[in-house]
């Protein structure tokens, strides 16, 4: 319903406002409130994506990679806005993945990120990660 909507754009900002000053564990309470209010199933709404990704960034800044997987996994699977297809979910899926030593799919997810938008989605992550990815796949040039 549009009321809902409205609540959950406001939680999101709330959210947005919270993670701005660095406030991680209450942009994730904040964000978590609003993935509630989505109805089932969720990954059928793109507000599911969004909440989910943010969640997902928050939780990998707090260096809880594992959580930040699960939720960024979460965003992963949306089909209403095809989740796959996003570098920003890519990417950082892929850097929660090396941090929990899942080099498989750390490697794959990154590989995803860099197809979708080449080294320029690297520039302001920490150079490890790029740097795994060209240790284990043969990036080409043009």
Sequence with gaps: SEAISEEIEELSEQGNEAYDADNFKLAISIWQKALTLIPAPAQTFSESLWLNASIGDAFFFLGNYQQAAEYLLAAKGNIAENGY??????????????????????????????????????????????????????????
């Design 85 to 142: 297809a996003n570098a920003f979910v890519m990417l950082r899926l892929g850097e929660a993945m090396l941090e929990t030593g899942n080099l498989h799919d750390a490697k794959e997810f990154l590989l995803r990120a860099y197809m979708l938008e080449g080294d320029n989605i690297f520039a302001e992550e920490d150079p490890k990660y790029f740097a795994f990815l060209k240790k284990h796949v043969e990036l080409k040039k043009g």
